[in-house]
């Protein structure tokens, strides 16, 4: 079950957007048992179909939210994207929006603090796989270091972002931006996210502040000790895998 109630979120500005948030209410519903997966349509807009749930708190919620001529103008949009489908007089609610529930409701900024030469490759896997799953901007700092203009930037990247992933091997502790990117990020009380490939050891390496955190292991030098690893952190940051 979502953790997190899309209900309680006023309507998006952009049409497309109503529509997405249309789907995910209807999907949360549904999930949550408090109506059925689909709906019909009549003159006072859409139509749920209570559960049997006794608490009638987010079908109430949700009628407030959506008040009948925006959800039925939203309804055919709803049918074009392919988050319902006709069914003789209801219409059903697809797969695609039940999948819509397996993104955190607010997009969380985040900063990947890596090592060049040593965790480059996994840093970039973990923006790509952040993009396909619907975060547009995870700040990766591709650019070599410019001086105390370009640190300025990357400690206001780091103080503004809601999730910190820190990538730690066996030459990280010898790096001062890492160190400072995560003073930075213990100082900004960020959600932190340290992954720890082969090799490195906390203890050992001797960065402070950061064994509170739970950690996500790459366990060995294999493709899918990688995959599962870059999995562990989708998961911390709210994303679904499979």
């Known amino acids: 079950m979502p953790s997190e109630n899309p209900l309680l979120l006023p309507l998006p500005d952009s049409l497309l957007d109503q529509v997405e948030a249309l789907a995910r209410d209807l999907a949360y519903g549904a999930v949550t048992g408090a109506w059925r997966p689909f709906y019909e349509l009549d003159g006072q807009g859409l139509a749920l179909n209570p559960a049997g ?6 079908l109430d919620r949700f009628y407030e939210k959506w008040d009948s001529a925006t959800s039925k103008k939203l309804h055919y949009f709803l049918e074009i994207l392919e988050f319902i489908k006709n069914d003789g007089n209801v219409f059903d609610l697809t ?26 490759a996994l840093a970039l896997a973990l923006e790509a796989r952040l993009k396909l799953a619907g975060n547009p901007n995870p700040y990766l700092d591709k650019l070599i270091p410019g001086g105390e203009l370009w640190e300025r930037e990357l400690e206001t990247r780091v103080r503004s972002a809601s999730k910190f992933v820190v990538i730690l091997g066996p030459q990280a502790a010898q790096s001062p931006y890492i160190a400072k990117e995560i003073a930075w990020a213990l100082n900004a009380r ?3 996210i340290p992954v720890c490939l082969p090799g490195f050891t906390m203890d050992a390496a001797g960065i402070e502040g950061l064994a509170a955190y739970n950690a996500v292991f790459v366990r060995d030098e294999a ?9 562990a952190v989708l998961n911390a940051l709210g994303y679904a895998t499979y």
């Open 95 to 120: 797969e695609k929006a039940i999948r819509l529930l397996e993104k955190p409701l607010t997009i969380p900024s985040i900063f990947i603090s890596y090592k060049r030469g040593e965790s480059s």
């Open 223 to 231: 493709a899918i000790d990688y995959e599962n690893a870059i999995n």
């Open 190 to 192: 960020s959600s932190i």
């Open 53 to 58: 749930n006794e608490d009638d708190t987010l």
